[in-house]
């Protein structure tokens, strides 16, 4: 497919976001200033400050000589990046690469994009109409090379598209500036009379290569379409990404809902067909008013079923605000995962862990409860009992060591164990009285003690004596004692309960 | 004459049964509890297994023994394979304790929810799939209408539920089973001083269509052991 490629040019980016800021500003002549060896250099003027013959590079004294009323704003730095990165992200709604051109530019990768809006004219009138009822005076130009768009946005006077392969007859006439070329080598050309590129352009390269250098022969080949050139994209393109623009700006649920079940039914369809699920999703909602409002979903393991991610999907939608309405749904996959094909139930088993049924009812309760919320545990060969499970990463993962049953636990175990107050009678025997919360029990049977050493790699502090002890109620639990049997108040504490 | 009678009224029983949403467990997906005389207990003397049964906790010490029971059960709903759903607002359970009641501790998934009404919602949702074998949930109180809808759910899908209700608050509830499980002091094995085997006090208040009654069970060598009413004399007898 040939590559198509928009540059947008911001002709007074500074004043013109100034103006917007302070509408007080506009249609007047100001400045924007900053200081350089000891003088107020002009880096920026307003379209009426130019029109009276002020341009950047004057000094602001001299400024100050040629309009009285002159207004001055000291200049921010990296102003115009940050700028340009506002209005960048805000153009990602056109096309999914754009990129920033400093000083006051911005290149598009529009390749497969334009016919979305009903072909490239109306696709450039759509952005550039849309740059300028925000106050920027914008121009834009659409050619098969960045080179070439960069030129015609700048100095172009017929016409802002250029058809393929045109770029050649489009540029021949544009003085040696467009082609993105040093300040020496433009002085160079213009001494040598070299004044348009059609002058230079059929030059043979070795000529060109020994008077300018190597860089005119670069821009010439990437303006041309001989060499490619890469621009970087101010947001990493998604692989997996499916774009669904609207007619009419949606505003309700249903309009949502068709519009999250045409994106999925699209990425599924292509996933499926490279073997693959999502993981993870993420719907953004860029809305007329210039906001992006984004619902992600994800999953226990690769999906591409269509009513199961909708059902995920489907819990979020009430926390979508469409607002004044929804222009344009993308819906991105930016974790995707090889999945196995599907094993016919063979068997009257439960499929267990591996079932599918199961990954997706977890998936639904992630999307409400939060996926934290979900928790399966592996042994870890710790004997200190809260080291001795973890939190599963996934639903596959295998066991890493077997389960220890030799060591009775108690079923229930309290987060945090809880101090008791006790009568021992004899040191390192069990207990004969305990009091937990305000109830006294009285010990009649008692198993232990079971030492556990703090392990000292990892944590400081005292080792556990754990005693099973029965009351007479016939309640069984899980005491320690922390440290050496002490004369003068050895602390106790109450960590589970038996069944 | 008499004899047919006989036939209609037992199938006219057998009919009730399946219009309050019993099904009787067809031969090659029937398990044994090894319960004993519990699941005599029960119609057709077999435990109901894609139903919903109730136990009531009043304390910790009850939620542990309660714990414990379920976890007994787990291990046959679990014999063959599947996975299992514990739903509460904090976890008390500690898994590694479920292997000494024969239970995988890693195929037990736990969910833990902030608001009670989740619980509920997260298990009419794992009810509804069909992919587990148990789903077990802890709730402080629970209506009838709530409970009507589980049972609903357990109707379509045959997974067996269980639900911890705190004794306090207790209501009306559509559910097969009402249980209360208490800790009994153990008897020593072998005259070994120490504690014996887990001892509980099983109590079936309600059972729908059956017999409720109150047992001694053991869990013992991953069975279960139950002792008759005459249990005073120390009379053991095996189940299953």
Redesign the interface.
């Known amino acids: 497919m040939q590559k198509r490629f928009m540059c947008i040019w911001f002709r007074h980016l500074l004043t013109d976001w100034l103006a917007i800021r302070h509408p007080e500003l506009k249609d007047t002549a100001f400045v924007i200033a900053a200081p350089e060896r000891g003088r107020m250099i002009i880096t920026a003027a307003s379209l009426p400050a130019e029109q009276q013959g002020i341009h950047t590079g004057m000094t602001v004294a001299d400024a100050r000589a040629v309009s009285t009323n002159l207004k001055v704003f000291d200049a921010e730095e990296g102003k115009a990046a940050k700028l340009l990165r506002m209005l960048g992200l805000r153009c990602i709604r056109y096309s999914p690469i754009v990129a920033i051109d400093l000083p006051a530019g911005l290149m598009i990768d529009i390749t497969g994009c334009a016919h979305l809006w009903g072909g490239e004219r109306a696709y450039l009138k759509e952005i550039i109409l849309k740059l300028r009822a925000k106050g920027f005076d914008a121009r834009g130009a659409i050619a098969d090379t960045v080179g070439a768009a960069w030129a015609v946005a700048r100095f172009g006077k017929v016409s802002p598209i250029i058809a393929g392969n045109a770029q050649a007859s489009a540029i021949s006439s544009m003085p040696p500036a467009a082609l993105r070329l040093e300040a020496e080598v433009q002085e160079l050309l213009r001494k040598l009379g070299l004044n348009t590129i059609g002058s230079f352009m059929q030059m043979p390269a070795s000529v060109l290569r020994r008077r300018f250098g190597n860089s005119i022969l670069t821009r010439l080949r990437q303006a041309l379409g001989f060499e490619d050139e890469r621009i970087i994209p101010l947001v990493p393109p998604v692989m997996h990404q499916e774009r669904l623009p609207c007619l009419e700006p949606i505003k309700t649920a249903t309009g949502i809902e068709i519009a999250i079940q045409q994106l999925l039914a699209q990425l599924c369809s292509q996933l499926q067909s490279e073997g693959r699920g999502i993981r993870k999703a993420i719907l953004k909602c860029y809305r007329v008013d210039g906001k992006m409002v984004q619902a992600g979903i994800s999953t226990n393991r690769g999906s591409y079923s269509v009513s199961h991610l909708f059902n995920l999907f489907g819990l979020q939608i009430s926390k979508i605000e469409p607002a004044l309405g929804i222009e344009l749904f993308i819906l991105e996959a930016p974790k995707v995962e090889e999945i196995d094909p599907l094993q016919e139930q063979l068997w009257a088993n439960k499929p267990g862990l591996q079932d599918n049924s199961l990954a997706e009812l977890l998936d639904k309760l992630a999307g409400k409860v939060g996926a934290n919320a979900i928790s399966r545990y592996l042994p870890v060969e710790h004997y200190w009992p809260e080291r001795s499970v973890r939190r599963a990463a996934t639903l596959q993962e295998p066991l890493p060591t077997n389960w220890r049953a030799n060591r009775l636990r108690p079923v229930r175990l309290l987060a945090r164990p809880e101090t008791i107050e006790v009568m021992a009678l004899i040191p390192d025997y069990p207990p004969k009285i305990f009091i937990y919360r305000n109830k006294r029990h009285t010990i009649q049977k008692a198993d232990g003690p079971e030492r556990i050493e703090r392990e000292w790699w990892l944590d400081q502090g005292e080792h556990r004596d754990y005693y099973t002890v029965e009351d007479t109620d016939g309640c069984r639990y899980w005491l320690f004692r922390s440290g050496h049997f002490d004369s003068d108040g050895t602390q106790w504490y109450i960590h589970g309960f038996f069944a | 004459m008499s004899d047919t009678r006989q036939n209609i009224i037992s199938k006219l029983q057998k009919d009730i049964l399946l219009w309050e949403g019993f099904r009787p467990p067809s031969s090659?997906?029937a398990e044994t509890f090894g319960l004993g005389p519990v699941e005599a207990a029960f119609p057709n003397g077999v435990f109901p297994t894609g139903a919903i049964h109730e136990l009531l906790t009043e304390d910790?010490?009850q939620?542990?023994?309660s714990?414990?029971?379920v976890?007994a059960l787990l291990s046959v709903l679990?014999r063959?394979?599947?996975?299992c759903l514990w739903i509460g607002m904090?976890?008390?359970?500690?898994?590694?304790?479920?292997?000494?009641?024969g239970v995988?501790?890693?195929?037990?998934?736990?969910?833990?929810?902030?608001h009670e009404k989740?619980v509920l919602?997260?298990m009419e949702?794992?009810l509804k799939?069909?992919?587990?074998?148990a789903v077990i949930a802890e709730v402080r109180s629970m209506d009838f209408k709530q409970s009507r809808r589980l049972q609903l759910a357990v109707e379509q899908s045959r997974v067996t539920g269980f639900i911890l209700l705190d004794a306090g608050q207790l209501g009306n509830t559509a559910c097969t089973a009402r249980w209360r499980i208490?800790?009994?002091?153990?008897e020593?094995i072998d005259d070994l001083?120490?504690?014996?085997h887990?001892?509980?006090q099983v109590d079936l208040l309600r059972v729908r269509n059956g017999k409720p009654g109150s047992w001694v069970m053991e869990?013992a060598d991953e069975k279960f052991i139950s002792y008759t009413p005459a249990l005073q004399q120390g009379i053991l007898i095996q189940a299953g």
């Not at chain 2, 799939?129 to 074998?133: D, N």
């Open positions: 090659d997906t910790i010490s939620a542990a023994a714990g414990g029971f976890a679990m063959r394979g599947g996975a904090a976890q008390t359970v500690f898994p590694p304790a479920l292997k000494t009641f995988e501790p890693h195929r037990v998934i736990f969910v833990n929810v902030l989740d919602w997260a949702e794992a799939c069909t992919g587990l074998a208490t800790s009994l002091p153990s020593p001083p120490g504690l014996g887990p001892r509980w869990w």
